[in-house]
Structure formats: C-alpha cells, structure tokens
C-alpha cells in the first residue's frame, strides 16, 4: 500500500465506519496517547522496564499502526499530502546531512 492509497483508505474507513473525523486538537491528543503506548513497549522490549501483566499481550506491529493511522487522519483533515510531504523530507535531509552522519564519531 503507497501512503496515497493509506490515505484514501483512511478517509474511506472515517467516512463509512468512523463517521466523521475528530478534531484536529483532539487527534493530536490522541497521536500523544498512542505514541506513548509505543514508548511503553520500547521500554519493556528493549529497556529496562520490565512487563505488567496487563502489558503482555501489547503487540508493537499493531501500536505503530495506530501511530500511522492517526498521523493519515491529522495528514488528510489539514490537505497534507504524505508522500509529496515525505519526498521533500528526505530530499531536505539529504542534503542537511550529506556527511553528518559519516563524520559523526559518535556513529563509528
């Protein structure tokens, strides 16, 4: 799926089975509280937290999904573009960061 079709597939599923979309302050609530269901996993997979019972059966696929689907939500209600976004992005870092990161020290 092209983040063109994400978008349209979003759209399609808040038009029919969403009903309309939520506001944007409230979707950005909502991308906050979702990212930190991320962090709560990266904490317990890969830190040091160890897992609650209640945090077992948390899957990091599904949570970085819901991510992304808030993300198309906020992306479609403000006529953001994605993948036009994403190409400028990386064309913007390209450039930035043409021999940063090979002469970061840090990184060798």
Same mark, same amino acid.
């Given at each position: 799926?092209?983040?063109?079709?994400?978008? /349209? +597939?979003?759209?399609?599923? *808040?038009? =029919? =089975?969403?009903?309309? $979309?939520?506001?944007? %302050?409230? #979707?950005?609530?909502?991308?906050?509280?979702?990212?930190?269901?991320?962090?709560?996993?990266? +904490?317990? /997979? $890969?830190?040091?937290?160890?897992?609650?019972?209640?945090?077992?059966?948390?899957? %990091? +696929?599904?949570?970085?999904?819901?991510?992304?689907?808030?993300? *198309?939500?906020?992306?479609?209600?403000?006529?953001?573009?994605? =993948?036009?976004?994403? /190409? !400028?992005?990386?064309?913007? !870092?390209?450039?930035?960061? +043409?021999?940063?990161?090979? #002469? #970061?020290?840090?990184?060798?």
């Amino acid at each position: 799926m092209t983040l063109e079709e994400a978008q /349209q +597939a979003v759209d399609t599923w *808040i038009q =029919t =089975t969403g009903v309309r $979309y939520f506001n944007e %302050l409230t #979707n950005m609530a909502m991308l906050t509280e979702e990212v930190g269901e991320v962090a709560r996993i990266i +904490a317990r /997979q $890969y830190g040091e937290q160890s897992f609650k019972p209640s945090d077992r059966d948390k899957n %990091l +696929a599904d949570e970085l999904a819901d991510v992304l689907f808030v993300v *198309i939500c906020l992306a479609n209600q403000t006529g953001v573009n994605l =993948t036009e976004a994403l /190409q !400028k992005n990386l064309d913007k !870092k390209s450039k930035r960061d +043409a021999d940063r990161h090979h #002469n #970061n020290e840090k990184l060798k």
